[in-house]
């Protein structure tokens, strides 16, 4: 199945968050990638239908999803930025209300909760209430609800912040396993995560796709303009205000560079290979130097 | 007898390979999994009220509990009609207390955008947590007009009628402060609550509840329940319209 988003727009008052917003999506994982404010979460949501455009459609398998109505939620799977629970839910009866809510019944929602605590990791916590679990394990339970239907449309939006780094590697693993034979649009501003997990890349800024295509894509773009240079530590600021800078490294001998520019930025500068991150720069024009 | 010759001359014409213990296990596994693929939405409308049920706040039972004891310690002592009248609409409003923060639940606890992107539909959830909160309302105030009209040799449907005029007022207002009110803090709304609650109790005060006009009145208060219910349902319309989840 294919999920088609036909030139979607959508204005808050006077702010354009998403602006005649077009792709299709094959199942695999798609990481969409965007600084804050670029339009990433009214993306999502208005994929999950919680918010409707000023114009344009999403398409599931050439139907409508407000036409699809509850066949679409059927097969959707969400995990929202701040998930909430009821205070005196524990992880069993967290996950029991929500499979009632996606239309499951007592039988299988049993079964399939004890299978997807335990892929991930919670299976000797049903009991504990989630307000005593930690923020990893929380986000895990999300994704083990966001997963309770099987959906083949699987909305994840920055599932990883706030995730100490094993956290966020197993939380990796993880959406790297299930997301399998699904359309799995992951949302985050860490550019690391998405280079490892996902297929494709969907670039959002200023409500805009900028670019879509594989990492691999992203980064020969800008192979040639990634420059590694070792400067006085003084200097370092003034360069990060006139060229975009990557990263700062301050050492005793100076401070290393790595800065992106079409032309070559200084004699001694030599070129390297470019990351995701840096592509993502590149592209969203972001400087990565400023303070 | 039947000549069955024919049929096994037939099926032993195809001969069925003898597969290993495996496969078959694996087979029956797949079986199992097509067929409680196919069958996981049967009985899953029973679940969803089920679980809305169990997810009904224990506050709210502690409250129907006292109510319940309040009515069960004057049962005896209230026998004019007047007096019951006046124990309806203490006790009452009383127990329709935290309907209110049980329907706001959701936007307190930030459940709203998984809830919304669930199968069941945030009005059809609201819906039956607001039928199940108020069918035991409903129960109570049912048992209350039962034990006075066969005690004290009254009308029960009357009992009934004048136990619902202050449940029905009750209801609407609940509804009007949800669809009018946007509210965020959970003390905000049982600050509302308890305000609706002591205003609700101050109809003792009305005679005109408690003399012959109280027919016309319980009418009343069903038009204000529909016309709060009808407000409602438009709002949720014009929700619709505005994203597809609700």
């Known amino acids: ?291 | 007898m039947k000549d069955n010759q024919s049929f096994y001359d037939f099926i032993s014409a195809y001969p069925i390979v003898k597969a290993k213990d495996c496969v078959k296990q694996d087979t029956i596994k797949k079986a199992v999994e097509l067929l409680s693929q196919q069958t996981k939405y049967v009985g899953a409308k029973q679940n969803f009220v089920l679980n809305q049920f169990k997810s009904i706040s224990k506050v709210f039972w502690f409250i129907q509990f006292i109510c319940f004891l309040l009515f069960l310690v004057n049962f005896t002592t209230t026998q004019r009609l007047k007096d019951i009248q006046i124990l309806f609409l203490t006790i009452v409003p009383v127990m329709t207390f935290y309907i209110l923060p049980e329907l706001f639940k959701t936007q307190f606890y930030n459940m709203e955008e998984i809830e919304a992107a669930c199968f069941f539909s945030p009005f059809k959830t609201l819906a039956v947590k607001m039928t199940l909160v108020s069918s035991c309302n409903f129960l109570i105030i049912g048992i209350m007009s039962l034990a006075f009209g066969i005690y004290h040799q009254l009308d029960i449907l009357e009992l009934l009628c004048r136990g619902l005029i202050p449940f029905n007022i009750s209801i609407a207002l609940t509804i009007i402060v949800f669809d009018f009110i946007k509210v965020t803090s959970p003390y905000a709304m049982l600050s509302i609550s308890a305000f609706l609650t002591l205003a609700l109790i101050q109809m003792r005060n009305f005679s005109f509840l408690l003399d012959n006009t109280w027919l016309g009145v319980y009418f009343g208060s069903v038009l204000l329940m529909l016309l709060a219910i009808g407000i409602m349902v438009i709002q949720f319309k014009h929700m619709e319209e505005r994203c597809y989840g609700a």
């Open chain 1, 1 to 291: 199945m294919v999920l088609d988003i036909d030139k979607i727009s959508k204005r808050y008052k006077d702010k354009i968050a998403i602006n005649r917003f077009s792709v299709s999506l094959h199942p695999g994982v798609y990481g969409l990638l965007g600084p804050n404010g670029a339009g990433k979460t009214t993306l999502m949501r208005i994929v999950c239908g919680l918010t409707r455009p000023d114009s344009g459609s999403i398409f599931y398998g050439g139907k409508s999803i407000h036409d699809l109505g509850e066949q679409y939620r059927k097969i959707l799977g969400y995990l929202p930025q701040n998930f909430g629970y009821y205070p005196n839910f524990t992880v069993q009866r967290y996950m029991e209300y929500i499979a009632s809510l996606k239309g499951l019944n007592r039988n299988f929602s049993k079964r399939k909760i004890s299978e997807l605590l335990e892929i991930v990791g919670l299976q000797k916590a049903p009991k504990a209430k989630i307000s005593s679990l930690s923020g990893g394990m929380r986000q895990r339970l999300g994704i083990a609800q966001s997963m309770l239907n099987d959906p083949d449309v699987l909305i994840l939006d920055e599932p990883t912040v706030g995730l100490d780094p094993t956290e966020r590697v197993k939380f990796r693993n993880l959406i790297s396993t299930i997301s399998q034979g699904k359309i799995t649009i992951l949302s985050t501003h860490i550019v690391s995560d998405v280079s490892y997990i996902a297929d494709d890349i969907l670039l959002v800024q200023h409500g805009e796709l900028q670019y879509f295509g594989d990492v691999q894509q992203l980064t020969t773009a800008v192979e040639g303009k990634v420059w590694e240079v070792l400067v006085e530590n003084q200097q370092a600021n003034k360069i990060a205000q006139d060229y975009m800078v990557s990263n700062m490294h301050h050492t005793s001998q100076g401070a290393i560079l790595r800065i992106i520019s079409d032309h070559k930025p200084f004699q001694q500068a030599k070129a390297i290979t470019p990351t995701l991150e840096d592509a993502y720069l590149f592209h969203t024009g972001e400087r990565g130097g400023e303070l």
